[in-house]
């Protein structure tokens, strides 16, 4: 099996659905799609029951585990030589995994660490809001430490949302599990620990998108996105221009997404 797509669900049923038929609609079409529903009240398991696509498989948590352990949950549980984490309410454009897939076998050397892209910025009804993506005009390698050293500055994730990143499952043992220590950086805290084993590909197409909602986990763990991300700088050790500029950012970049989560969220 190439690609283990694992969605992470909890109370996601209004949007899960478009995120499986996402997956269901790639252009390469070996993998496995996991959903893993974190002991969820709102029908998702129902919901899953009516695909009967023999490539899904469903597991339910007995209890809520929360974020962090149900993330962790997915990786354990993946099978596939890459994988790729997809929250319920996000979705993947139809090249998605065949152009990450390609540039990561295309890595002979193993200098890779991952594949990401830019992403489509969707409201709750879906309607496209913006493009977010790198700072380059093209396709290619970016050196795993200047993308770091650039996320510290900037005081964000330049890399995006689990859903425009794809890993390989071996270099995901390597370095363990996600740590939700700092819930808002959970992802860019997993993907500095991947970057530190090699370097990104970029694809300047988005090839997934990234819905924005007032009520969403993002939305919620973001509303201290200040603090946490001084709190992220001070575990990656920044100093200097690093700790300052991303200090500052952090704090503009916070402003800037409450914002946006309140009056572009909605539908």
């Given at each position: 099996m190439l690609v283990s797509v694992c969605i992470?669900?909890?109370?996601?049923?209004?949007?899960?659905?478009?995120?499986?038929?996402?997956?269901?609609?790639?252009t390469l079409q070996d993998f496995e799609l996991l959903v893993v529903d974190n002991h969820s009240t709102d029908g998702t398991e129902a919901l899953v029951a009516r695909y009967t696509d023999s490539r899904i498989r469903f597991l339910r948590n007995e209890r809520n585990l929360g974020a962090e352990a149900n993330w962790n949950r997915c990786l354990e549980q993946a099978r596939g030589t890459y994988i790729k984490l997809l929250p319920h309410d996000d979705m993947l454009a139809p090249d998605c995994l065949r152009r990450q897939v390609e540039a990561l076998e295309q890595d002979r050397d193993g200098r890779l660490a991952l594949a990401f892209c830019a992403r489509t910025v969707v409201n709750a009804a879906g309607r496209p809001l913006m493009r977010r993506g790198y700072r380059r005009s093209g396709d290619g390698a970016i050196a795993g430490d200047v993308l770091r050293r650039q996320c510290l500055r900037r005081g964000t994730n330049l890399l995006g949302e689990p859903g425009a990143v794809l890993f390989r499952r071996a270099l995901a043992q390597r370095v363990?599990?996600?740590?939700?220590?700092?819930?808002y950086v959970i992802d860019l805290d997993y993907w500095f620990r991947l970057l530190q084993h090699g370097d990104a590909w970029y694809s300047a197409e988005a090839l997934a998108s990234f819905r924005v909602t007032s009520g969403s986990w993002s939305a919620q763990v973001g509303r201290s996105q200040g603090e946490a991300f001084r709190r992220f700088l001070k575990k990656t050790g920044a100093r200097g221009v690093d700790l300052l500029a991303g200090s500052v950012m952090g704090r503009v970049n916070g402003l800037v997404r409450m914002a946006f989560y309140r009056f572009g969220g909605r539908a």
């Open positions: 992470p669900t909890y109370q996601g049923a209004a949007y899960l659905g478009q995120a499986i038929d996402s997956v269901l609609a790639q363990g599990g996600f740590d939700g220590e700092i819930g």
